[in-house]
């Protein structure tokens, strides 16, 4: 939009023609003047919102680290963290135990090394009675190489028909010459547990048996081994839908260069991955699990899980990481002393846990109480305005635009329970950092 300023013959006429022409004259020139400053002050607050989403990254949002880009080499040596000084030092934490290589009870070799002579006066010990022994052990791996085990069946022709038998081959054994089942083993266990490449297994063979496998048999291990942990895999399943308290996420993988879906379901000692071309509901509906699932599900807010009846619970680490962002991008002082309540929280309910299954019902109100204020105090410095038209500018259609306090305020208000969900019951825990760790080893093999 453009200012139409008048022309000096213009401003001349207006001033013949005396005060009423000047003043309407501008007066049209205010009218433009204003319109102009509501532009300029949508445009302001389109490069306030443009701002704040350049400036997120993993520190203070969802998204993952691999999408910093160059800004990391930016970064200060000391990597930030949401953790406070203090409350986890270096090193080993209080009741750790240390531990160090102890004596077997079963040896497979022993060595005995004899007293000869006495050092101090030189006097022979041959003869001299044993009178006890110093014993070290040492721990070592033997020398490993290929075994080839040769299956010969028996041909035999009978004397009173003619006919010939043939002895039979055990089932495992298909082929004129193939891999055992601990090739196939070490094979799979090198490239899923350890996430090497196949060229890398290949070569591991070649270093410590000095026998090159080939990548296609590699692959070949691996699809043997999908095949045989099938049971394992549904007594997982069956375990996870019984479970009190689940994890879940989802994260995008390469399947055949095709961006697909990896969604996990875990415990602290279960892990399903399903893989689906879809993020949402219609992926979750074919793995099936939340169907039957009717525990607690900690995730990070996606829409599609609260179409399960199930009990929910939010990431708090998600949470932390908003409210740093807000913190540094919006300058408002709740948000920091929201993190901070959502921390002491965490720490009584730590401090709790060995002693009792629930903190003090005083304890939780004053939480609760505390919680409140600072919704109220953030809502009160982030009202949601009706938009003004402005003219030049179409009228947008549907709810207006929230600002990101407001949409995470919200969100707190509308969610409190689930956000507060590790406080009433100490099975849930204050963040959703197991199913995060158990999407990462998959990642890692992608990008291995």
Partial sequence: MQITWPTREEIHAAYIQGEEAVVSLLGELGTQVAALAEVVS???EAIKVLQ???????????????????????????TESLRLRGEKPNGGQPGHEGHRLEFSAQVDHSELHEVTTCPHCQYSLREVEVVGFEERQV????????????????????????????????????????????????????????????????????????HRISEAMVLKAGEELDRRVAPSTEAIRAQLTSSAVVHLD?????????????????????????????????????????KEFSGRAVHDHWKPYFHYPCDHALCNAHHLRELHYLERQYHQPWASQMANLLRSIKKGVDQT???????????????EQQYDALLAEGLAANPESPPTPSPGWPKKRGRPQRTPPRNLL??????????????????????????????????????V
């Fill in 353 to 367: 846990k060995g002693t009792a299954d629930h903190l003090p019902a005083s304890q939780i109100q004053t939480f």
């Fill in 139 to 210: 721990f070592d791996l033997p020398a490993i190489r290929m075994e080839v085990t040769a299956h010969r069946a028996e041909i035999k022709v009978c004397h009173r028909c003619g006919h010939e038998s043939t002895g039979t081959f055990p089932a495992e054994v298909t082929q004129a010459t193939q891999y055992g089942s601990g090739v196939k083993t070490w094979a799979g266990y090198f490239t899923h547990q350890h996430f090497l490449p196949l060229e890398r297994t290949a070569q591991i063979f070649e270093d410590l048996w000095d």
């Fill in 250 to 290: 989802e994260s995008g993988v390469r399947v055949v260069g095709k961006l697909h879906w990896l969604h996990v379901t875990s415990t602290d000692r279960l892990t399903h991955y399903g893989v689906h071309a879809k993020r949402g509901q219609e992926a979750m509906e074919a793995i099936g699990l939340l």
């Fill in 52 to 78: 704040g989403r350049l400036s997120q990254d993993s520190r203070t949002s969802s998204k993952p680290p691999s999408s910093d880009g160059y800004r990391k080499a930016n970064r200060s040596p000391r």
């Fill in 410 to 447: 919200i969100r707190l208000r509308d969610f409190k329970p689930q956000v507060l969900a590790f406080m009433y019951d100490f099975r849930i825990p204050f963040d959703n950092n197991q199913a995060e760790r158990d999407v990462r080893m998959v990642k890692v093999q992608q990008k």
């Fill in 42 to 44: 949508h445009q302001g």
